[in-house]
């Protein structure tokens, strides 16, 4: 007569089968795929060895209805099922993977329970009906393990929202606010009921149209995306903002929704221009520096190489100087180089440059300069508008100025030879005397300086 074999021994002999039975559908779930076998197996394991466990006890009529209904006996030790669910909550898996994780252990047991014994009756179909009623109540426990760490999880993030100093939302796959924290709210200075349901465009702001790119981008890539936008919001609030967009991925990885968290950086933009600023330009003046110049000057020589336009330098020595800073004073001679900084401005269009290169060395960058007479032109109009008297603190001031000009590509195709070929051309143009231009050439007959009109 064959031994009665109860279902308690068979999990505990054939666990290891099951177990890998198990695993292989685990492994299919979305959230699994990275843990490996012990963080799968672990609770599984030690489910079936409390459950065969349980099977081997007794049992009231009353326990046994209450485990029917998903009730357990009181304790005060969590069990495997409950540290179950809170490790899968903590892992960021759904309920419906959670419980599926319980309906293959089921599935598992059961097949190798009735392939092994295809007729079950007696003490076998109790203790395959108590199995039952054991995982049934191993998935309630679970899941109320796993309702308590979300509920916590939502009230811990709705904190964080609400505290948060950073406005941020959740907007839907057309660009529709759903969600919208305090911050937010403060920003645009509406009620909430005012924003949920509304767009970027309903609202009227104006970076809507690089905004609703950017969320089309974050939908099509399922990526993070990182932008700035400019506005000052009715709130008053702000300038400058950065933002973060992020894809919300549902079960089945599709695209369901977009977090964007903000945040006003318009204090840090503005000291990082100020120091920029500070770096590129004279502090006197306000004219870029020889840094900002020497970029200035490659990339318009990179302009010019792609557009095939001339391009013409001016390089300024102011004469008599020294001689104003000797007799009136410094003050007097930063009050003229300041007036020279603005009168060249009034000599050149908005799109050329003018920069200080230090002391009394000026120079101008004319974009698109076709012919030599409109250097000429430019040049003898920076001569005249020099050669009137400058107004100081106790008497006018008199200088002229020296001007070496080179020109693109004819003198010099790159930065450097271009700048060391119109400061030679100025000194030809020095040598000779003050309010003079000379344009740059390797014959002596063009370095002769030009004289003023």
């Known amino acids: 007569m064959q031994k009665t074999i109860r279902l308690s021994d068979f999990i505990r002999v054939e666990i290891e089968p099951i177990l890998q039975d198990w695993e292989e559908f685990a492994t299919?779930?979305?959230?699994?795929?990275?843990?490996?076998?012990?963080?799968l197996r672990d609770h599984a394991r030690e489910m079936l060895l409390e459950?065969?466990?349980?099977?081997?006890?007794?049992?009231?009529?009353?326990?046994?209805?209450?485990?029917?209904?998903?009730?357990?006996?009181?304790?005060?030790?969590?069990?495997?099922?409950?540290?179950?669910?809170?490790?899968?909550?903590?892992?960021?898996?759904?309920?419906?993977?959670?419980v599926s994780e319980f309906r293959a252990l089921r599935a598992s047991v059961v097949s190798y329970w009735t392939k092994t014994h295809p007729i079950i009756a007696g003490q076998q179909l109790e203790d395959l009906t108590r199995f039952h009623e054991a995982i049934d109540q191993a998935v309630a426990e679970s899941l109320e393990q796993y309702a308590t760490a979300k509920e916590m999880e939502t009230r811990l993030f709705g904190a964080i929202l609400v505290a948060s100093p950073d406005p941020i939302y959740v907007l839907d796959l057309r660009g529709r606010f759903i969600y919208a924290n305090k911050a937010t709210a403060d920003l645009f200075a509406l009620p909430p009921d005012a924003i949920i349901g509304k767009s970027n465009f309903d609202l009227g702001f104006p970076f809507a149209p690089d905004f609703n790119r950017n969320l089309e981008k974050v939908i099509a890539d399922q990526a993070t995306y990182r932008g700035k936008f400019s506005h000052t919001f009715a709130s008053g609030q702000g300038e400058r903002f950065d933002y973060v967009l992020a894809p919300v991925l549902d079960e089945d990885r599709n695209t369901e929704a977009m977090v964007c968290i903000s945040r006003d950086i318009t204090e840090q933009a503005i000291a990082e221009e100020t120091i920029w600023h500070t770096a590129h330009h004279d502090f006197l003046t306000g004219l870029p520096?020889?840094?900002?110049?020497?970029?200035?000057?490659?990339?318009?020589?990179?302009?010019?190489?792609?557009?095939?336009?001339?391009?013409?330098?001016?390089?300024?020595?102011?004469?008599?100087?020294?001689?104003?800073?000797?007799?009136?004073?410094?003050e007097a001679g930063d009050r003229v180089l300041c007036e020279v900084a603005q009168r060249l401005a009034d000599c050149v269009r908005e799109d050329d440059t003018i920069a200080r290169l230090g002391g009394d060395e000026f120079t101008v960058i004319l974009t698109a300069a076709r012919q030599h007479k409109d250097v000429e032109v430019v040049a003898q109009t920076i001569i005249d508008a020099l050669a009137r008297p400058f107004q100081t603190k106790h008497q006018?001031?008199?200088?002229?100025?020296?001007?070496?000009?080179?020109?693109?590509?004819?003198?010099?195709?790159?930065?450097?030879?271009?700048?060391?070929?119109?400061?030679?051309?100025?000194y030809i143009a020095k040598e000779s005397r003050s309010n003079r231009m000379c344009f740059y050439s390797t014959s002596e007959e063009r370095n002769r300086p030009l004289s003023p009109w």
């Open 396 to 426: 006018p001031a008199r200088i002229s100025v020296s001007i070496g000009i080179s020109l693109y590509p004819e003198d010099a195709s790159d930065p450097l030879a271009l700048l060391q070929a119109a400061d030679k051309a100025m």
């Open 28 to 39: 299919s779930i979305l959230h699994a795929r990275h843990m490996g076998k012990v963080g």
């Open 51 to 98: 459950i065969a466990d349980d099977l081997d006890s007794g049992q009231s009529e009353s326990e046994r209805a209450a485990k029917s209904k998903g009730r357990g006996p009181e304790d005060e030790e969590e069990s495997w099922a409950e540290v179950h669910g809170e490790d899968r909550h903590t892992s960021g898996f759904s309920v419906m993977e959670t």
């Open 289 to 330: 520096n020889r840094r900002l110049f020497l970029d200035r000057l490659e990339q318009e020589v990179k302009h010019a190489k792609r557009s095939s336009l001339p391009l013409a330098l001016l390089f300024l020595d102011l004469d008599g100087f020294k001689e104003v800073n000797d007799s009136l004073g410094h």
